[in-house]
């Protein structure tokens, strides 16, 4: 039996909900609201949460219990059917936009296209709750509140105006071509309890009135719904009535949860290994690296015949939930890249029994190896290695994910100028942000190749990572850095503008002058003024930018900066002698300020 770790049990709680609703059409002939839940098991809970949404059809439209019921059975489909790498936010506005235009595009094409009142038009409020998040998404004037002692807090505005004695909604699905989605995060913590209800219900029942309602049925939150529909009923309610409850019962405790199951959390942490040893029938070849927080060998598949490389978390890992979780962060990467320049996953052949990474064999050295055996490169062998790596990256970016830590000893490079980028521990992953901690990330990274953000421990971005690669451009021409080591220790941005950039002309590198303010601009320390994509930095690496190569587009002080200030001090001593010679008076009285020693008056004169 397989004995976990505090770390391994703490890792192995699973976000835990439970949810009541009750949707009645009330004194109404016909039901327009429409509601709906998805709770899933597994990989889906960890990656994508458990969704919860109502809709509310307007009164004066024939058709809009068609819009409710669109809206919230098609989110609960097409939200799970997202890429894993996307943001709950991004996947909810693009299920949602794609909705909205529907539904518009609905109206338009019917006998309503003039009545846009008659349409397919409804509100919709919901939360995706998901590892220690709550996404409210809203649009209309449905509610989603928490239960705060014995008070609701309001979560979402109503979006609609008055009119006479009635209202009239200002936002809505499939009102207008564009949506204007109201949208929040909020962290939870167990116990907390949501309420989602439409205007039948919370037009009809007081906040104190159905928290004690609640409160009367607290273990069964079905019947907590009921009562407080019947509630609304009793109490007059003429329109459709929908109330959703959701009580978060157990939460998850590190961001392990993001990337593993209960399975490999359990999997053992194997002690080091030596040559000729087995792991999961897997014969250690050699050692290709290590340090504090994982070995890495090259070994052969008994099956193929084939290397393969296995990266394996130390033995003091298995108390450190942040190194495990880098660990399997690094692993749910690899499984999904695909692009040539990008290491991937080896397939797993056999069930595993301990906790390692199967990784591609890439035989190669990394570029501050390969510096070192072939002295100063080409630029033409730097243009080549960049183009690669800047693919790659960017292959990266369009599955929503930041690589923060691009540096060369995390580029290998074969004898055919082939590269590929390992090492995705530091990796932002835009799907999972609500759960990054960009500053322990760090930690991960090299500081030396880090932008100056994120030494202030902002999150990392596609700015960063055009940072990085632009350093590591920098690095392969000249050997050195852009900047002195103080941008390391610099504790904020005024610090970090008054560090120089260094030209390459500075450390006698044979470059032309155009290709030295490409790098300037990739490197600036203010991300916006920057390269807005990696596509620009590499195109103006090959092709002369205009704005750099005419006369005036670099300041006399950061193009000579020892020459300009040489200058001014020469200036500075010509006016002084001037002013000496005409004004000794001055000058002496100068003197008195600095010394607090007065001047006799004949020794001014």
Not at 136 to 161: K, M, Q, W, Y
Not at 516 to 534: C, E
Request: hydrophobic share 40%; aromatic share 6%; charged share 20%.
């Amino acid at each position: 039996m397989t004995t976990l770790t505090d770390s391994q049990q703490n890792l192995t709680r699973r976000l835990q909900v439970q949810v009541g609703q009750c949707s009645r059409a009330g004194r109404k002939p016909r039901q327009q609201d429409y509601c709906g839940v998805h709770c899933p098991d597994g990989s889906a809970l960890n990656q994508k949460g458990v969704v919860v949404a109502l809709a509310d059809g307007i009164s004066s439209s024939d058709v809009s219990h068609i819009a409710s019921q669109t809206c919230v059975s098609t989110l609960l489909d097409d939200y799970y059917a997202t890429p894993d790498t996307w943001g709950v936010s991004a996947s909810v506005k693009k299920v949602l936009q794609s909705l909205n235009s529907w539904l518009y595009a609905q109206t338009r094409n019917s006998v309503y296209r003039y009545h846009l009142d008659k349409g397919y038009v409804c509100t919709l409020s919901g939360l995706v709750l998901r590892s220690q998040t709550a996404t409210i998404f809203h649009v209309g004037d449905s509610r989603v509140c928490r239960v705060v002692g014995n008070a609701l807090e309001p979560l979402t505005e109503d979006h609609r105006v008055s009119i006479g004695e009635g209202h009239s909604l200002s936002r809505a699905m499939g009102m207008r071509e564009h949506l204007d989605l109201q949208i929040l995060q909020q962290k939870i913590e167990v116990g907390d309890v949501f309420v989602l209800m439409t205007d039948g219900v919370y037009d009809w029942v007081s906040p104190t009135e159905l928290v004690r309602l609640l409160a009367a049925s607290d273990t069964d939150l079905n019947a907590a719904a009921e009562s407080i529909v019947q509630r609304a009923l009793d109490n007059g309610s003429d329109d459709n009535l929908s109330l959703q409850l959701v009580r978060v019962q157990q939460v998850p405790a590190a961001r392990l949860d993001e990337f593993s199951d209960d399975q490999t959390v359990a999997l053992p942490v194997p002690e080091a290994l030596s040559v000729g040893q087995l792991l999961d029938d897997y014969r250690i070849q050699r050692i290709l690296h290590a340090n504090h927080r994982s070995m890495v060998y090259l070994a052969s598949d008994p099956t193929t015949g084939q290397p393969l490389v296995l990266k394996v978390p130390t033995p003091g890992a298995a108390s450190n939930p942040e190194v495990l979780a880098s660990f399997w962060k690094e692993a749910w990467v690899a499984q999904r890249v695909r692009h040539a320049s990008l290491s991937k996953a080896a397939p797993v052949t056999k069930e595993r029994r301990a906790c390692y990474l199967p990784l591609e064999y890439f035989p190669g050295q990394n570029l501050s190896q390969w510096r070192d055996d072939h002295g100063q490169p080409t630029l033409t062998d730097v243009r080549t290695i960049v183009e690669q790596v800047a693919k790659g990256v960017q292959a990266m970016h369009r599955m929503h994910m930041i690589h923060q830590d691009i540096r060369p000893q995390n580029i290998l490079i074969n004898k055919h100028g082939q590269i590929r980028i390992i090492d995705y521990g530091a990796t932002r992953i835009e799907g999972l942000q609500e759960t990054d901690r960009p500053a322990q990330q760090l930690l991960q990274g090299e500081l030396q190749f880090s932008a100056p953000e994120c030494l202030l421990g902002w999150p990392g971005t596609e700015q960063s990572d055009l940072y990085a690669l632009a350093c590591l451009t920098y690095f392969l021409l000249s050997g050195r850095l852009p900047y002195p080591a103080a941008l390391q220790r610099a504790g904020s941005r005024s610090a970090q503008r008054k560090i120089r950039y260094i030209s390459l002309h500075e450390y006698k590198v044979d470059v032309p002058p155009w290709l030295d303010m490409t790098l300037r601009k990739a490197l600036h320390i203010d991300p916006a003024h920057r390269y807005s994509t990696l596509s620009e930095f590499v195109f103006d690496l090959t092709h002369p930018n205009p704005a750099f190569t005419r006369s005036g587009s670099v300041p006399f002080i950061e193009k000579h900066p020892v020459v300009f200030w040489q200058s001014v001090s020469a200036i500075l001593l010509f006016l002084l002698l001037i002013l000496a010679g005409t004004h000794p008076g001055i000058l002496a009285r100068k003197s008195e300020l600095i010394t607090g020693q007065s001047v006799p008056l004949a020794q001014q004169r």
